[in-house]
């Protein structure tokens, strides 16, 4: 986590389905995310679960997003650190 939704959507497959969860108010910032700007630079993963143990071969997948410019540095390293994954459900 803490990379951006371009560079994670690298690794994410095809033929999966997709929970996006646009978490900015807790980067004080309004909601914006929609579906056109999916694997898209200007939003940043901080949080993702899947059904499997790697996303690449998983077929259900959960992905926190905030965008990129409001993202700290220090979030970063708070999203690396697994600090934002109480916000998804993860439920599969």
């Known amino acids: 986590m803490g990379k951006t939704f371009a560079e994670v959507d690298q690794h994410l497959p095809d033929d999966a389905t997709y929970l996006v969860q646009d978490v900015s108010p ?15 630079s200007q939003w940043t993963v901080v949080a993702a679960c899947a059904d499997e143990k790697w996303l690449e071969t998983s077929t259900t997948i959960e992905i926190a997003v905030a965008p990129t410019a409001s993202v700290s540095a220090a979030e970063l390293a708070s999203a690396r650190a697994g600090d934002y994954s109480d916000s998804l459900v993860c439920d599969f």
């Open 26 to 40: 807790i980067f004080d910032v309004d909601p914006s995310y929609n579906g056109d700007q999916f694997g898209s």
